[in-house]
């Protein structure tokens, strides 16, 4: 395991497309691989802070206090959850009891605002106690989505393959990351980081397979014409199944949830394993659990993040 601690930000400028559900699966399943996990919430309608039970009472400060402070964490910030291994920053991004400005225009008067979470994920803290950040973004443009998506090392864009998320896709997403990427010739540190299209919640319909087809090649290799220079769709797909929402209800990790069994395919835990694999291909071969989908022993989990 690489000793930086590595920062993923989930994002889209829609909602309704699953990016909390997916935030929760994914930082769930690492947690299971024996990872360190903080999920931080910077979506103002906090879903990911509810989703999980928290252990012990809920935190006086989350992620405004830690931005009003210059981005700086503490560990009275950090909430452990029920998940074993898995914290959380929670959202709570009205402004504190001593500041009348809310954080998203207090951002938008700092010449470092678009950089203050990206710097607290670079702080000691953070980079002490966990191995992995997991980002969940606010739904929409906005300062804050423009926040979470400078802090990752790269991004996992929840693309739903429907019209009205493919016209968001490039009326709202595309000239965001323009906007972010500006700066980037003059250095790297002053862009944003690769970006994997993830096509989640995918009906088995013939106007999804169209749209993800589409998609795929706008973005294959050598035919990225548009203004990142990194984006890529992964292989990995997360299909629309009554599991997913079953998982959220009982307020855990689907691949928990969804266990592999009597050869059924894409079961919430084969699917969330390969996008991990994807992601991080370092993690390659290792299931949570130690038990492979076949039902086979594997090598053990633990020291994963050492």
Same mark, same amino acid.
């Given at each position: 395991?690489?000793?930086?601690?590595?920062?993923?930000?989930?994002?889209?400028?829609?909602?309704?497309?699953?990016?909390? /559900?997916?935030?929760?699966? *994914? $930082?769930? %399943?690492? !947690?299971? &691989? #024996?990872?360190?996990?903080?999920?931080?919430?910077?979506?103002?309608?906090?879903?990911?802070?509810?989703?999980?039970?928290?252990?012990?009472?809920?935190?006086?400060?989350?992620?405004?206090?830690?931005?009003?402070?210059?981005?700086?964490?503490?560990?009275?910030?950090?909430?452990? /959850?029920?998940?074993?291994? *898995? $914290?959380? %920053?929670? !959202?709570? &991004? #009205?402004?504190?009891?001593?500041?009348?400005?809310?954080?998203?225009?207090?951002?938008?008067?700092?010449?470092?605002?678009?950089?203050?979470?990206?710097?607290?994920?670079?702080?000691?803290?953070?980079?002490?106690?966990?191995?992995?950040?997991?980002?969940?973004?606010?739904?929409? /443009?906005?300062?804050?989505?423009?926040?979470?998506?400078? !802090?990752?090392?790269?991004?996992?864009?929840?693309?739903?393959?429907?019209?009205?998320?493919?016209?968001?896709?490039?009326?709202?997403?595309?000239?965001?990351?323009?906007?972010?990427?500006?700066?980037?010739?003059?250095?790297?540190?002053?862009?944003?980081?690769?970006?994997?299209?993830?096509?989640?919640?995918?009906?088995?319909?013939?106007?999804?397979?169209?749209?993800?087809?589409?998609?795929?090649?706008?973005?294959?290799?050598?035919?990225?014409?548009?203004?990142?220079?990194?984006?890529?769709?992964?292989?990995?797909?997360?299909?629309?199944?009554?599991?997913?929402?079953?998982?959220?209800?009982?307020?855990?990790?689907?691949?928990?949830?969804?266990?592999?069994?009597?050869?059924?395919?894409?079961?919430?835990?084969?699917?969330?394993?390969?996008?991990?694999?994807?992601?991080?291909?370092?993690?390659?071969?290792?299931?949570?659990?130690?038990?492979?989908?076949?039902?086979?022993?594997?090598?053990?989990?633990?020291?994963?993040?050492?």
């Amino acid at each position: 395991m690489p000793n930086k601690t590595i920062v993923i930000s989930v994002v889209s400028t829609k909602g309704g497309v699953g990016k909390t /559900t997916f935030v929760a699966n *994914l $930082s769930g %399943l690492l !947690a299971a &691989l #024996k990872l360190r996990v903080l999920v931080v919430d910077a979506d103002p309608q906090a879903s990911m802070t509810m989703y999980y039970p928290l252990e012990g009472e809920p935190r006086a400060t989350g992620l405004a206090d830690v931005l009003y402070r210059g981005g700086h964490i503490l560990a009275e910030d950090v909430a452990a /959850t029920s998940i074993p291994g *898995l $914290s959380i %920053l929670a !959202a709570n &991004l #009205k402004a504190p009891d001593n500041k009348s400005v809310p954080v998203e225009n207090w951002l938008q008067t700092r010449l470092d605002g678009i950089f203050m979470l990206k710097n607290a994920m670079k702080g000691a803290y953070v980079q002490d106690n966990f191995d992995v950040v997991v980002i969940d973004s606010q739904g929409s /443009t906005g300062t804050l989505t423009g926040l979470a998506a400078m !802090a990752g090392d790269f991004m996992v864009a929840s693309f739903r393959p429907d019209f009205l998320t493919h016209t968001a896709f490039y009326s709202d997403l595309m000239p965001l990351l323009e906007s972010l990427n500006v700066l980037r010739k003059q250095s790297p540190e002053l862009g944003t980081g690769p970006v994997r299209v993830l096509l989640n919640d995918v009906p088995r319909t013939k106007n999804a397979r169209m749209i993800a087809e589409a998609l795929r090649g706008e973005f294959r290799p050598h035919a990225n014409i548009h203004a990142h220079p990194d984006i890529s769709v992964l292989d990995t797909f997360v299909p629309r199944g009554a599991a997913y929402a079953e998982a959220t209800t009982n307020q855990c990790p689907v691949h928990q949830f969804d266990r592999p069994s009597g050869g059924k395919l894409n079961s919430g835990f084969e699917v969330m394993h390969q996008v991990v694999y994807e992601l991080m291909p370092h993690l390659k071969g290792v299931w949570a659990d130690g038990i492979s989908p076949q039902g086979q022993a594997t090598s053990e989990t633990q020291g994963l993040g050492e």
